[in-house]
Nanobody, 123 residues
Framework: QVQLVESGGGLVQPGGSLRLSCVAS????????MTWYRQAPGKQRELVAT?????????NVAESVKGRFTTSRDNAKNTVYLQMNNLKPEDSAIYYC???????????????WGQGTQVTVSS
C-alpha cells in the first residue's frame, strides 16, 4: 500500500516561511516525479512545483510563486520538500503532494495523492 503523507502546514504571518514535507511510503521501486499542488476555497487546484527525475533532475515552479518557493527531493528518503518564503495571504490553501511512481505488484506506473496540509497566511 503506497501512501503519501504531507506535514509542515500551519498558520504563519505574511512575510513568514514554512517548509512542507511529503513522504512516500510502501513498496516503491522508483518515483518518477513528485509535485506540489494547492487548492484555495472556491478555486481550482493549481500546480505549485514539481521535481522530476530522468536523465537529469528537473525542477519547475509556478510563476506565481517563483522566487519565493523552492522544491527539492531526498531520493533516499522518498521525500519531497517545499520551502515557502515571503508568504502572502493569497498563498493560503490546502497543499497536496502528488507522485508518479512504480511500486511492487502494480504492473505499471500509477499516480498518488496525499491527504493535504493546510497553510494559512494571516496577520
Amino acid at each position: 500500500q503506497v501512501q503519501l503523507v504531507e506535514s509542515g502546514g500551519g498558520l504563519v504571518q505574511p512575510g513568514g516561511s514554512l517548509r512542507l514535507s511529503c513522504v512516500a511510503s510502501g513498496s516503491i521501486v522508483v518515483i518518477y516525479a513528485m509535485t506540489w499542488y494547492r487548492q484555495a476555497p472556491g478555486k481550482q487546484r493549481e500546480l505549485v512545483a514539481t521535481v522530476s527525475l530522468g536523465d537529469t533532475t528537473n525542477v519547475n515552479v509556478a510563476e506565481s510563486v517563483k522566487g519565493r518557493f523552492t522544491t527539492s527531493r531526498d531520493n533516499a528518503k522518498n521525500t519531497v520538500y517545499l520551502q515557502m518564503n515571503n508568504l502572502k495571504p493569497e498563498d493560503s490553501a490546502i497543499y497536496y503532494c502528488n507522485a508518479d511512481l512504480f511500486a511492487l505488484g502494480q504492473g505499471r506506473k500509477r499516480n498518488y495523492w496525499g491527504q493535504g496540509t493546510q497553510v494559512t497566511v494571516s496577520s
